[in-house]
């Protein structure tokens, strides 16, 4: 739901009642008794990698304040992938821009959280929205997209500029603040044995022998331009597919993306070794999927952080996106990118050229990197 001036408004009307006193806010962690919080407030109402990185903060949380309840802001397309993470005592849904907006204050309010954590940018209606549902701690990391400074515990975390950490160290600095200290900042997805039984399941449905070796790919993308084109999907399956028999592949994505991996499929070379998963798998149930593949390609960042959260060893193709601010952290040749990060100087001013940027990464160059890591892969992925 989107109102003209309305974001403005709400920012506008919470820096004012700021500066008169009617807002209460703590500028400063050193005053606060933190083992005496009993609610912590998680929200990630972004980008499924947004979500995805937060996770080795969850675990982190949980050994600093055994006795609080850690709840989880959602945006409402990802929060089933959270439902049954032992680290969260509940998941809220956000259902963005001010829709069911009273819904979600009803839920924040009941479940008391007096700190909430901010990891990455959001929505105008995010800050207001904790606050009115009883956080009175709103601490938030740096950024150009800081919009809300008057809230944030600690202002000398503050920056006007573009923040240059990894998504992942981001959570570092912020939970560091909070004598929170993260050992292993890997990403890690919860996968519960019914989510396996599911997918297994699943792949017997569509006839996937239990001995193939899945080959993954995400072709689709949140934002357009972010797209490697669908013929080159095509190109890369047909080749790997035609290189081994026992190879078979998976195509991923959400239901408006189902049209575009079945053009991949019939593509592929090999129809009857592919399987359309657009739309047909819940998004809590992909973890499962995922641990299964033996190789992914992708172009979106959000399925990518899932891969680096799941082990599933992946290639990860960059131009819109930076690799090392949402890149792998670690992994080695586990997770590898392909990048042209130069091209984006064009996002940035504002004249995208899509698809020439995505188009300089050739088949031939995937194929290379995706070769080796698939050199004496095993069939089946041993599960983590």
Known sequence: ????????????????????????????????????????????????????????????????????????????????????????????????????????????????????????????????????????????????????????????????GPNPEHALVRCETMLRHLGCPVTDLTPRLQVEAAQRDRVAAW??????????????????????????????FAETARALLREDAHRWLILTGSTGERALCETIREGCGAPDRAVNAAGDLPLSDLPALLERLGWLLANDTGIAHMAYATGTPSLTLFWRSLPQISGPLAGGDRHRVLSRGELCRACDAGRCVYPACASAITVDEVLVMARTALEGATAVRERR
């Not at 479940?111 to 606050?131: G, K, S």
């Not at 792949?203 to 972010?226: C, N, T, Y």
Request: glycine content about 6%; proline content about 7%.
């Open 203 to 232: 792949l017997r449905a569509r006839q996937v022998p239990p001995d193939a070796f899945l080959l993954g790919m995400h072709p689709g993308a949140s934002i357009r331009e972010k797209r490697w084109p669908a013929e080159r």
């Open 1 to 160: 739901m989107r109102i003209p001036g309305l974001d403005t408004l709400v920012y506008r009307t919470f820096w004012a009642l700021d500066r008169l006193g009617r807002i209460h806010t703590v500028r400063d962690l050193a005053v606060v008794d933190l083992d005496r919080i009993g609610g912590i407030l998680v929200a990630v109402t972004t980008a499924l990698g947004d979500s995805v990185c937060f996770t080795p903060a969850l675990a982190a949380l949980r050994d600093r304040f055994p006795q609080a309840r850690i709840v989880g802001l959602f945006h409402r397309n990802f929060a089933d992938l959270y439902r049954a993470d032992a680290r969260l005592d509940a998941v809220i849904p956000y259902h963005g821009k001010y829709r069911r907006w009273r819904e979600t204050l009803n839920a924040l309010r009941a479940e008391r959280c007096e700190l909430a954590l901010v990891p990455y940018i959001n929505d105008p209606d995010i800050i207001p929205l904790i606050y009115l549902g009883g956080s009175r701690i709103i601490f938030r990391t740096p950024g150009r997209n800081t919009i809300y400074r008057f809230m944030v515990a600690n202002p000398n975390l503050l920056s006007d």
